[in-house]
């Protein structure tokens, strides 16, 4: 089965330093296949048989400490999960000069369609949506500012999710169709 590994809050300001290249031969260590990791922010792609979601996750935050001695929250998607969200991601939308598109993975603590009664967002400027595992977000550039994205950082619902724009959403998804399309 193909997943992705994403990993929450490496490499942001300095903060929890994860050299990529080490990270991957970490997970290869640990038995996972046709690894590839994408930009800096935490984002692996790879190939594991016999796992389920949560012991993959366990075992590899389990990796990222021995390796690197941080705790880190790793949240799994499979391929599956990945085409289910893609049929629901507008193909309209964009994260360009235009628009601001966002999908905030979510864990299993919040991840239930009632989230978005609990997040205060301004439907004249931003569209959000639940779908199951993430929260689509999208705002036009020239508002984003007023956005109630920038609201959430640092809530205790913040610590339950972890974002990626539209561009490496798609490009992740890419990835893992790749990783599969290789495995047969």
């Known amino acids: 089965m193909v997943y992705v590994a994403l990993l929450r809050g490496i490499n942001v300001g300095g903060n929890n ?3 990529m290249k080490i990270l991957k031969q970490a997970f290869e260590a640990a038995g996972m296949e046709q690894v590839v990791t994408y930009i800096n922010s935490g984002n ?3 190939v594991d048989q016999s ?3 949560g012991e993959l996750a366990a075992l590899l935050e389990d990796v990222i400490y021995t390796t690197f001695h941080l705790r880190i929250r790793v949240l799994i998607r499979s391929l599956d999960d990945f085409e289910a969200l893609m049929r629901e991601l507008p193909a309209s939308w964009t994260n360009d000069q235009e628009m601001k598109s966002e999908v905030l993975f979510l864990w299993e603590e919040i991840n239930q369609a009632s989230i978005l009664e609990q997040l205060v967002w301004k439907p004249e400027l931003e569209d959000v949506r639940y779908v199951a595992g993430a929260i689509l977000y999208a705002i036009d550039r020239q508002h984003a500012a007023r956005g109630s994205l920038n609201k959430l950082v640092g809530t205790k619902m913040y610590k339950l999710m972890t974002i ?3 561009n490496t959403t798609r490009k992740l ?3 893992m169709k790749a990783a599969a399309e290789a495995s047969k």
């Open 17 to 19: 330093k994860v050299d």
């Open 44 to 46: 692996i792609v790879f």
């Open 51 to 53: 796992r389920t979601h």
């Open 164 to 166: 990626r724009n539209l």
């Open 173 to 175: 998804y890419d990835l």
